[in-house]
């Protein structure tokens, strides 16, 4: 019984050039669609709900500006305040 023998190859059949295309998806690359595609979708999914979320929050409110920073202002543009 010679291992090396014309019929039994020593090398895997799966490792067989000729017959891979044939074999069909490798696991790895099952692997790896399936990992590429939640993350997707994950990423498109948080676009989309924020992108609702901008549309129905109401816009923020700005803070009231003080009437100290706004005589600071005019003083700037050499406008004078009413009053003095």
């Known amino acids: 019984m010679d291992d090396f023998s014309a019929d039994h190859s020593p090398v895997d059949p ?17 692997v790896l669609l399936v990992v590429v595609g939640i993350l997707l979708v994950f990423l498109v999914g948080n676009y989309v709900l924020y992108m609702v979320a901008q549309k129905r929050l109401p816009p923020k409110k700005k803070k009231p500006v003080s009437k100290k920073k706004i005589k600071k202002e005019r003083l700037k543009q050499g406008i004078s305040a009413p009053g003095e």
């Open 14 to 30: 799966s490792f067989d050039s000729v017959n891979a295309g044939a074999k069909g998806f490798n696991a790895g690359l099952i």
